[in-house]
């Protein structure tokens, strides 16, 4: 995988793996940080505020852990995936020779009939 700063150095996927271990501990600290919130609104008598806060204390966290986990083995998959097709090309003979080009034609007006629209001749 590419590095952010330098394009050109590989990032392995164990660094991403502890970059997103790093990013759910903090994701689990907040949880644990509303879900204390959540006590102490159970405790003053305020229930449905309890409930909301422990329920977004949950869910929220969790699905920006699992959104960059899915990102996460996205990158995986793509990277290696690049990886193999240059393995490939540098396998089967690098870059391919360019053919010739052709030259663009003038286009060809298109007029509608009464009995559609008259295509070209070819």
Known sequence: MRGLWDHEQPL???LLR???ALVGGSLA???LGVLAA?????????????IVQATAGLA???????????LAD????????????????????????P???????????IR???DGPAYPEE
């Open 18 to 20: 502890s970059a997103l």
């Open 38 to 50: 959540a006590v102490a609104s159970a405790v003053q008598g305020l229930y449905i505020v309890a």
């Open 29 to 31: 600290a907040l949880a």
């Open 74 to 97: 996205i990158l995986t998959v793509l990277n290696r995936s690049y990886d193999r097709l240059d393995a490939m090309e540098e396998r089967f003979g690098g870059v391919a020779q």
């Open 12 to 14: 392995s996927p164990s």
């Open 112 to 114: 509608a009939g009464d």
């Open 99 to 109: 053919h010739a080009r052709r030259l663009p034609q003038e286009p060809r007006a």
């Open 60 to 70: 929220l966290p969790f699905a920006v852990w699992l959104g960059l986990k899915m």
